[in-house]
Protein backbone atom coordinates (compact mmCIF):
# COMPACT_ATOMS: atom_id res chain seq x y z
CA UNK A 1 0.00 0.00 0.00
CA UNK A 2 2.80 2.60 0.63
CA UNK A 3 4.54 1.87 -2.46
CA UNK A 4 1.58 2.61 -4.10
CA UNK A 5 0.69 5.91 -2.62
CA UNK A 6 4.10 6.79 -3.16
CA UNK A 7 3.75 5.87 -6.80
CA UNK A 8 0.72 7.57 -7.24
CA UNK A 9 2.04 10.64 -5.76
CA UNK A 10 5.19 10.39 -8.14
CA UNK A 11 2.62 10.05 -11.20
CA UNK A 12 0.73 13.08 -9.96
CA UNK A 13 4.14 15.02 -9.87
CA UNK A 14 4.88 13.80 -13.18
CA UNK A 15 0.69 14.70 -14.58
CA UNK A 16 1.12 18.22 -12.91
CA UNK A 17 4.62 19.13 -14.64
CA UNK A 18 3.34 18.13 -18.14
CA UNK A 19 -0.06 19.82 -18.51
CA UNK A 20 -0.60 22.95 -20.59
CA UNK A 21 -2.83 24.77 -18.74
CA UNK A 22 -4.82 24.93 -14.76
CA UNK A 23 -7.46 23.60 -15.66
CA UNK A 24 -6.18 20.64 -17.56
CA UNK A 25 -3.38 20.20 -15.14
CA UNK A 26 -6.23 20.04 -11.90
CA UNK A 27 -8.54 17.81 -14.21
CA UNK A 28 -5.83 15.44 -15.12
CA UNK A 29 -4.64 15.20 -10.95
CA UNK A 30 -8.90 14.80 -10.14
CA UNK A 31 -9.02 11.92 -12.77
CA UNK A 32 -6.02 9.96 -11.26
CA UNK A 33 -6.61 10.14 -7.60
CA UNK A 34 -10.12 9.99 -7.82
CA UNK A 35 -9.62 6.41 -8.98
CA UNK A 36 -7.86 5.28 -5.89
CA UNK A 37 -11.24 6.02 -3.70
CA UNK A 38 -14.34 4.22 -3.42
CA UNK A 39 -17.58 5.55 -2.32
CA UNK A 40 -17.15 4.75 1.69
CA UNK A 41 -13.76 4.02 1.58
CA UNK A 42 -11.03 5.64 3.61
CA UNK A 43 -9.58 8.16 1.63
CA UNK A 44 -6.45 11.45 1.34
CA UNK A 45 -6.02 14.90 0.38
CA UNK A 46 -3.63 16.24 -2.25
CA UNK A 47 -2.13 19.69 -2.44
CA UNK A 48 0.20 20.15 -5.66
CA UNK A 49 2.43 22.60 -5.75
CA UNK A 50 4.28 23.88 -8.97
CA UNK A 51 6.90 26.62 -9.20
CA UNK A 52 6.26 27.91 -5.33
CA UNK A 53 2.42 28.36 -6.27
CA UNK A 54 -0.69 26.12 -5.58
CA UNK A 55 -2.34 24.76 -8.19
CA UNK A 56 -4.59 22.15 -6.97
CA UNK A 57 -5.96 21.21 -3.65
CA UNK A 58 -8.72 18.29 -2.79
CA UNK A 59 -10.02 16.21 -0.14
CA UNK A 60 -10.96 12.75 -1.56
CA UNK A 61 -13.11 9.67 0.32
CA UNK A 62 -13.78 9.44 4.38
CA UNK A 63 -11.73 11.00 7.24
CA UNK A 64 -13.88 8.30 9.63
CA UNK A 65 -16.15 5.48 8.22
CA UNK A 66 -18.47 5.38 11.05
CA UNK A 67 -19.51 8.38 10.80
CA UNK A 68 -19.03 9.54 6.99
CA UNK A 69 -16.69 12.16 8.05
CA UNK A 70 -15.03 13.49 4.46
CA UNK A 71 -12.07 14.55 4.04
CA UNK A 72 -11.52 18.19 2.98
CA UNK A 73 -8.55 20.42 2.79
CA UNK A 74 -8.32 21.33 6.61
CA UNK A 75 -8.17 17.56 6.93
CA UNK A 76 -5.49 16.83 9.53
CA UNK A 77 -3.83 13.50 9.51
CA UNK A 78 -2.03 11.38 12.29
CA UNK A 79 1.09 10.46 10.73
CA UNK A 80 3.18 9.64 13.39
CA UNK A 81 6.79 7.46 12.18
CA UNK A 82 5.69 7.66 8.54
CA UNK A 83 7.25 11.18 8.33
CA UNK A 84 10.56 10.63 9.32
CA UNK A 85 11.80 8.88 6.25
CA UNK A 86 10.53 12.20 4.22
CA UNK A 87 12.29 14.45 6.72
CA UNK A 88 15.31 12.81 6.29
CA UNK A 89 15.15 12.89 2.60
CA UNK A 90 14.25 16.43 2.61
CA UNK A 91 17.48 17.14 5.03
CA UNK A 92 19.60 15.08 3.04
CA UNK A 93 18.28 16.77 -0.05
CA UNK A 94 19.06 20.49 1.48
CA UNK A 95 22.54 19.09 2.40
CA UNK A 96 23.16 18.14 -1.01
CA UNK A 97 22.76 21.73 -1.64
CA UNK A 98 24.97 23.08 0.05
CA UNK A 99 22.05 24.89 2.18
CA UNK A 100 23.08 23.11 5.79
CA UNK A 101 25.43 20.27 7.10
CA UNK A 102 25.20 17.09 9.02
CA UNK A 103 27.48 18.68 11.69
CA UNK A 104 25.58 21.40 12.04
CA UNK A 105 24.08 21.88 16.08
CA UNK A 106 20.35 21.91 15.67
CA UNK A 107 19.94 24.83 17.70
CA UNK A 108 21.01 26.57 14.43
CA UNK A 109 17.60 26.16 13.05
CA UNK A 110 15.29 25.45 16.21
CA UNK A 111 16.15 28.61 18.51
CA UNK A 112 13.56 27.86 20.71
CA UNK A 113 15.24 23.95 21.65
CA UNK A 114 16.70 23.94 24.83
CA UNK A 115 19.71 21.24 23.34
CA UNK A 116 23.38 22.53 22.60
CA UNK A 117 25.61 20.08 20.77
CA UNK A 118 23.07 17.93 19.13
CA UNK A 119 23.98 17.91 15.23
CA UNK A 120 21.56 17.14 13.20
CA UNK A 121 23.09 13.67 11.91
CA UNK A 122 22.50 12.79 15.55
CA UNK A 123 18.99 13.58 15.57
CA UNK A 124 18.81 11.56 11.86
Known amino acids: MLFQCFFSCLLLCHSAEGANND ?3 SSEIDTIAGAYVTEGSPGFAIAVI ?3 ELIFLKGYG ?3 IKSGRSIDVDSSFR ?3 VSKQ ?3 IAIAMLAERGKLKY ?3 VSLYLKKLPWKGVTIHHLI
Open 23 to 25: DSR
Open 50 to 52: SQG
Open 62 to 64: LAE
Open 79 to 81: LAS
Open 86 to 88: FTA
Open 103 to 105: EDD
